[in-house]
């Protein structure tokens, strides 16, 4: 219960951010890849716009400890620094959160209707990382998880959930590279706890987008949501996710 209330906290320090998303409904061909710390303060930001920019991206955690995707990322950037971006779609690499996300509004935001945050948050950022105590920052002691996945696995999740940001810290901490299917809250009926909603009748998302996707694969819409290609398995709740990845990766 600590647990939650602490990355609850998390979320309310960053002020909404990371909390909703545009509606996007034709991804960029190829996937960006994000070299990324789930605790690091730098790449938090990162990480809210592209929840609100509903950008898809294949993260590779880079822990402290894990040498597993560093050296990967020393040699397409030159430098092992986090956060660091790599989009095939245009071939660009990118260190530095000011930098990524000009780059990300500038390239992926539909008729520029809006504009990248001019204010950071890294102080309240800071303040995340410190209520988290550092979760997602360090490798676990079984670095060798990562080498038993063949397939990135795949997260349903938006960046100002507590109860995602628990699962994306396990994965960090075992440096698991996943598909993180970035779905922030698109509408009115999308607030709120699956339970309580405020929508009348049965709740709808908006078509083509991936909490239609989700509602369309599994019956229900429920962050986090796990699947793991290398087993067939799917799972929600943050709770039985981390179990399962405890179980299967370490």
Request: aromatic content about 10%; overall charge positive.
């Amino acid at each position: 219960m600590m647990t939650l209330l602490t990355s609850a906290l998390a979320s309310g320090v960053r002020g909404g951010k990371g909390l909703s998303a545009i509606v996007r409904l034709d991804q960029p061909a190829k996937l960006l890849e994000f070299y990324d710390i789930e605790g690091c303060p730098y790449c938090r930001p990162v990480r809210e716009a592209l929840t609100q920019l509903d950008l898809d991206v294949l993260i590779y955690p880079c822990p402290k400890g894990s040498n597993h995707y560093w050296d990967r990322l020393t040699a397409l950037g030159g430098k092992s620094q986090v956060p660091f971006l790599y989009d095939p779609n245009t071939s660009r690499y990118l260190y530095d959160a000011r930098q990524i996300i000009d780059y990300l509004f500038q390239t992926y935001m539909p008729e520029k209707t809006l504009r990248a945050p001019q204010n950071l948050g890294l102080r309240q950022s800071q303040l995340a990382t410190a209520l988290r105590l550092k979760a997602g920052l360090k490798a676990h002691q079984n670095s060798s998880a990562a080498k038993a996945v063949v397939q990135p696995l795949e997260l349903f999740s938006f960046e100002a959930s507590p109860f995602s940001r628990l699962v994306r810290e396990k994965l960090s901490e075992l440096s698991i590279a996943y598909v993180l299917r970035n779905s922030g809250k698109q509408q009115l009926a999308d607030q709120g706890l699956p339970w309580l909603r405020p929508n009348l009748g049965t709740y709808q998302p908006i078509a083509g987008t991936k909490r239609a996707e989700l509602l369309a694969r599994t019956g229900k819409v429920q962050f986090p949501y796990l699947y793991d290609p290398n087993t067939g398995t799917g799972l929600f709740e943050s709770k039985a996710i981390i179990r399962y990845l405890e179980q299967q990766y370490t």
